[in-house]
Nanobody
Framework: QVQLVESGGGLVQAGGSLRLSCAAS????????MGWYRQAPGKQREFVAR???????NYADSVKGRFTISGDNAKKSVYLQMNSLKPEDTGVYYC????????WGQGTQVTVSS
């Protein structure tokens, strides 16, 4: 059984920073991609960032230049450094791991006040 546990969410003022972490455990024999999605109240879950092969990164246009994703496949972990946060970044942030299947964490709340 594979589990992903996120941490690092919280309440921050606009312009502030947060760092999210996600650690995977269980029977994981390979990692193709790890990344983050988010879901704001009343909205669909949306892509935020991903990292593949431990080095190749992709970002949603809305977070480019403000968020940085990094990963450590040996530790089965992924991180999201979020700077210059905006109220529209508020939501539940979910990490995921993809190999032959996709596994999701339970989510961590990020709230950015104006």
């Amino acid at each position: 059984q594979v589990q992903l546990v996120e941490s690092g969410g919280g309440l921050v003022q606009a312009g502030g920073s947060l760092r999210l972490s996600c650690a995977a455990s269980g029977s994981i024999f390979s990692i193709n991609v790890m990344g983050w999605y988010r879901q704001a109240p009343g909205k669909q879950r949306e892509f935020v960032a991903r990292i593949s092969g431990g080095v190749n990164t992709n970002y949603a246009d809305s977070v480019k230049g403000r968020f940085t994703i990094s990963g450590d496949n040996a530790k089965k972990s992924v991180y999201l450094q979020m700077n210059s946060l905006k109220p529209e970044d508020t939501g539940v942030y979910y990490c995921y791991l993809q190999n032959t299947l996709i596994y999701w964490g339970q989510g961590t709340q990020v709230t950015v006040s104006s």
